[in-house]
């Protein structure tokens, strides 16, 4: 398969870090005296995993991964690129949530929290791709 299209490459950075974010943990609270770290799925670094976010952070590597394959339907890419910005913001609000409600002991952001904000960055660039080959492709049938 060979990448002809700059969308397609940041759509599948997406994957790639939405997959990584998937096994490394989100952040630490010691409540209690015990240590916990959150994150998606039940690593040996991740004691308390979240359904949520893991089910979230699945979506939006499957969207992308089907998104690259609709290279042929430049719309439906433009509106499965829109979708997954809003699942990329729904996961880092999920995110946020999570760490706001930890009452109990202090809590430390991880360096992967990093991840879906890039993820995010990404998944906007893609969308600006389609869109301009988009306007490539109506200015090109314009002219014929």
């Not at 989100?26 to 039940?42: C, E, I, K, Q, R």
């Not at 949520?52 to 290279?71: E, G, N, S």
């Not at 913001?89 to 999570?98: G, H, K, P, R």
């Not at 409600?101 to 969308?127: E, N, R, Y």
Request: charged share 15%; hydrophobic share 60%; net charge positive.
């Amino acid at each position: 398969m060979v990448i002809q299209r700059i969308q397609s490459l940041y759509l599948l950075l997406v994957v790639v870090l939405m997959s990584i974010f998937a096994f490394l943990p989100v952040f630490g609270a010691n409540v209690d005296g015990n240590s916990l770290a959150v994150g998606a799925l039940p690593t040996c670094d991740v004691t308390q995993p979240s359904w949520l976010l893991l089910t979230l952070d699945a979506l939006v590597a499957l969207l992308a991964l089907i998104t690259i394959f609709k290279y042929k339907d430049l719309k439906a890419q433009q509106r499965l690129c829109s979708i997954l910005i809003l699942l990329i913001v729904a996961v880092i609000v999920c995110i946020a949530i999570m760490f706001v409600s930890q009452k109990d002991g202090i809590a430390a952001l991880q360096w992967s929290i990093a991840l879906p904000f890039v993820a995010l960055v990404f998944a906007m660039l893609a969308k600006k791709g389609v869109k301009h080959d988009r306007k490539l492709l109506n200015d090109s049938e314009r002219i014929r």
